[in-house]
Structure formats: C-alpha cells, structure tokens
C-alpha cells in the first residue's frame, strides 16, 4: 500500500455517463438545460454544467483527486473481493457478473477506501463507486467501510464517506442487509469517541445505504440536485399510483424537511468540509 | 473464506416459507404478546410527530419480568390491515420504537423486539419524515443500549424496515420466517423483469431460517407447531416462550459494557465472505 499519484482519470466513462454526455467531438450537450457546452469547458467546472450548474456524475478516482491534496491518497483493502456468499444465480452467475464489473471498473468492489489529506489535515476516507453493481453495498463494502470507521478511530482522524449507491446488494441477501447494522454500530463507536465522520451524499443515495451511514454523518451534505430517499421513486409511484412532484427527494427537498446540514455545490465540497474539521478539531498545526 | 457448501433449497421449499411467513391466519406481533406478556401496557407515540400502529410497543411482564416489548404489527381483516398500513413503518413508528427502548434502558428494563414487516412502508410522507434517517438512527442507537435486546423474527423480515428493530444480542427466527433484503417479488421484476418469478428469486435470495443460521447471520432457530404456527398460536407462543426465557436469563448475567461489547461482536463479524486476491488494483 505505497503512496502513489494518480495524474488523469484511469478509466474511460461508462455506458450510462455516455448517454448524459452525448459526445459529439468537442461537444457535449447538458441533459439538463439541453444547451450544448464545450467539453473541455465542463472538465475545467469539475462536470458541472456552466450554463446551469447541473451536477453531473463523476466516478470515485475523480472524486478523490477532487477532495485530496496533491490527489494523492493510499489505498486499504483493494483486493478484497466477495465470495458469493449465496451462490447467487439468476440469468448469470452473479461471480461472473462481478468478474465484467471487475474487468470494466478496474476496482474490485464499489469503494475505495483510503487515507490521505485535506487542507494538510490527515483523514480517512471512502467513496462508493456508482458504476460497480449501481455502488451496492455486499459484504465487501460494509467490511471495507467497517475497517476505515476502525481505522479513524484508532488515528483519531476524522472520517469521510462519499455516498452513490442504490442500496443493498440484492446478490448478498440477507449478508448485505446485515452490513447496515454492522456499519452503524461501527459508527456508534466512532460517534462515542467523538471522532468527527462527515458523510457527503451525491447523486443518486437511496436504499440500505442511506438507511445506515450516509445518514449518521455529525455532518450530512449533498451536492445539488442529488436524488436521496429510502425507497427509490419508482418504488414509491408503484405505491401510490401516481407520478411524484418534481424536486420529490432531491437535495434540496430533503434540506427543506431538516435532513441534510448543507447542500454544498461541488466547487466548495472541500473548503466546506476542511472548515467543518477545523470547527471539530482545531485548526492543522 | 467461510464457504457455504451446504446444498440451495429446492425452489419450492424456500417459497412455501414464503407462504407461509405470510398466511392470513398467521400469528402476528400482539397474538404473542397478549400470550406471552401479561399484563402488557401499549405506549404511543414518538413525541415528534405522531402515533404509528405498525408498531406496538409497550411494557409487558413475561414470567413476572418487566420487558419492553416492540413488535411489528400487520392486521388481519381489511380494515385492520389499512389501520396498520400491512405492517409497514413510517418513521414515527421506528421513532417510537427507539423511544420505547431508551425508556427501558434507563431503568434496565430488557428488550424483546418482534419483527413481522413486508418492508417499511415506501410513501410519501415516510420519505419527507425522514424514512431512512429514522431507520439509520435505530440501528446505531441500538448499538449502544445498555440492556439485553432478544430479537426474534415471527413472520416476515421484510429489509431494512425489519432490521430497523432488529439489533439484539441474540437473534432468532421462527421456523417458517423468512428474512431478506427484498422481497421475491421486487428481486424478480428486477432480474427477470417479471414479478411472477419470485419463486425463483425466493429459492436464490437465500431467504429461509435455515439460510440465515447457516450464513451465521442468527443465532437460532424457533420450531413452530407441525403445519406452522397458524395451525396452533397457543403452542407457537409456548415454544417461544421456552427460547425468551433461556435467552432473557442468559443476558441477564451481563453488565452494560458487556452486553454493548457482546452485542457489536456479533455484528461486526456478520458477512466474513469475502477474500484478498493477489495482484490488487493498487
Ligand atoms: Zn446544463
């Protein structure tokens, strides 16, 4: 586990990114706002439209060159990979549906997990990769996230989780189910310890995911426009029959019924997050 | 690492439990109770926003024991079944229960919470009250709870609504529970895009008791009456009450730091199935 620079984005974007940004040479078009924008202009804004700051989805080594200084970071348990607990097959052996994703993502699982610095202050910190299994959480993720709660703690380093994920993965039953109390428990100790754990909710967060860490946070925060929910709104139109109001479970509707600290736009993620630390913690010496 | 070897279910069997986790005559949450906690005095409300009825919770005597019961409630006809909105909880339900569960553990009264949920209820207003934050809250409350928590799953342990009570020292299932992520019928729309494959999805969700004891995901299993506990309510409150009166006076002997310490242990090493593979991305 070496220190090591990553100097470009490793990977090429996904099928699901490249219907958002319809490339188009040098041009792409903004789904939300339907203008079209220079690339290179949307790069240099961190993919966020600048005709109307829509916050386009980034991918978890794009994120943490984003939040890290230098954008370097040591990476913990990057070989751990499920065992397919439940032997679980439906139209494909889910082994093998992890082996593709492993094959197209590079990672072995739906986080990273490191540490590095932010604003010269040591943390920990994880982010869900939202292209692997929609960043589910198995038993590798909770174990993953588990070990770095453990690792802040005995540092004494405060925590950050990067939430994008559509909850429990449905291939680990009940196992992955059950890594919603194990984090949380974990993230009880922390909270006892007074250690500070900032969760950072982005586009989408819903499920067993936001049922356990992503709303433990001593600070919640989103991007703008991020869907967050328990049940997905699909889901919930299957419920009540009918179409659910625009803005329904966005950042914003979620900050107005007092469930997010903050919606901090992608530009400001890091000063906020190092002033929050320094308000918890004191200043870096 | 730890392998399962044991052979799947036949497909059948694991969607009978189905069945039978959900038969209409099945006993629910307050059958056991009006059995097994005598008396017992409901208590209402999260002191928030209101009172939920898909959960009941209250202080109950078992064996002349005090105990704070929490359980998930479904009904039984129709308007019973809307009263308590087919046993799913809206945060004001899982607020109750936390409530409930400090109170007794100011005054070191153990827990027994009972979990019979199709999921927590996905609406509207559970999502604007905050569904998933009540939901979280709980299991990192129930945590730290210096007092004994038995959790016992009777019927259907419908997801992160059943776990949202579900973090106890010890934890059973009864013989045709079932406890899953989603239910069948959700992971079949999902993977065959037709939820009349959810036989299929029961059989490969791994949703039985026998599947949970052997993922070491439970402690133990709760046999009911031959048939399943409808046949027979009086007998499947017997048998549970032969497992809560072992377990109840097993914790009784544990100091707070120790039922704490005891209680994280068992879910911090849930789901070791994973492995490090040589030749990492890093
Ligand atoms: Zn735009």
Redesign the interface.
Known sequence: ?AW?TRSKPTRQPAAEEERRVRTEGLWTKCDHCRQIIWRKALEDNLQVCPKCDFHFKIDAVTRLRLLLDDGRWE?YD??????????????RPYKERLAAMQQAT???DAVIAASGRLQSRPVQICVLELKFIGGSM???L??KI?RAIERSLARREPLIIVSASGG???Q???????????V??????L??ARVPFISVLTDPTT??V???????GDLNIAEPGAL????GPR??EQ??RQK?PEG??RAEFLLQ???LDAVVRRHDMKPFIARALDFFCGPVH | MDKVTAPAPEPGEAWQRVQLARHPKRPHALDYIQRLFTPFEELHGDRCFGDDPAIVAGMGFFEGMPVAVVGQQKGRDTKQKLYRNFGMPKPEGYRKALRVMKLAAKFGRPVVTLLDTPGAYPGVDAEERGQAEAIARNLREMAALPVPIVTVCIGEGGSGGALGIGVGNRVYMLENAIYSVISPESCAAIIWRDAGKAELAAAALRLTAQDLLRLGLIDGIIAEPPGGAHNDPDGAAELLRVTLRQALSELAGLESEELIEQRYLKFRQMGNFFAETAGGSA
């Open positions: 586990m090591f990476e990057s070989d751990l990979v499920s065992t397919d607990p439940l032997e679980f097959v439906d139209q590079s990672l072995k198995g038993a590798v909770g174990e588990t429990a993965r449905m680990e039953g009940a196992v992955s189910l059950m890594q919603m109390a194990k949380s428990a974990a993230l009880m100790r909270d006892q499920g067993g936001t049922a356990s860490f992503a709303m433990l967050i929910g328990f049940a889901v919930i419920t009540i659910l329904f479970q019924h007092g469930f």
